[in-house]
């Protein structure tokens, strides 16, 4: 595994972390200052500020307790400072929530700013029982 992927997987990891300790703050640092970012109900959040905000939100409520795990499907590098990541991501919400889990896969446009990989965009599609049925999972 090349250098780049390594840190790339890193800051996957870091992502990942962030979400499970409900760290808002950490999970914005990983984004450039201009991100942006549309989540998995289809809403948008553009800036590392308002990434950070709307984290801090859903963090401590609708998402409060839950656990996230990321796998990397495929990295593909545009030039050798900008790269895809392509995710498979799977979410298990607080025992009380009415769906007790979630599929996606989120996307990730990576730029290598300063020596520093930083999350550029990311779409998050969720994986619905539909697509599971067609076979498009």
């Known amino acids: ?3 780049a992927e390594r840190a790339l997987h890193r800051m996957v990891y870091q992502l990942e972390s ?3 300790a409900g760290d808002g703050d950490a ?3 990983l984004f450039a200052d ?3 970012v549309i ?3 289809g809403g948008y959040y553009s800036g590392r500020e308002t990434i950070r905000a709307g984290h801090r939100m859903i963090l401590g409520t609708i998402y409060k307790g839950s656990t996230i795990h990321y796998s990397v499907e495929k990295i593909k590098f545009l030039r050798p400072d ?3 990541v392509f995710l498979r991501q799977h979410l298990e919400l607080a025992e009380d929530s009415v769906v007790p889990e979630l599929d996606a896969r989120p996307t990730i446009v990576a730029e290598n700013i300063e020596g520093k990989w930083r999350i550029v965009a990311l ?3 969720r994986i619905t029982e539909a697509t599971r049925q ?3 999972e």
């Open 134 to 136: 067609r076979g498009g």
């Open 34 to 36: 201009d991100a942006d």
């Open 1 to 3: 595994m090349r250098t």
């Open 18 to 20: 962030a979400w499970n």
């Open 39 to 41: 989540h998995i109900l």
């Open 82 to 84: 900008i790269a895809i």
């Open 123 to 125: 779409q998050n599609t």
């Open 27 to 29: 999970f914005a640092g």
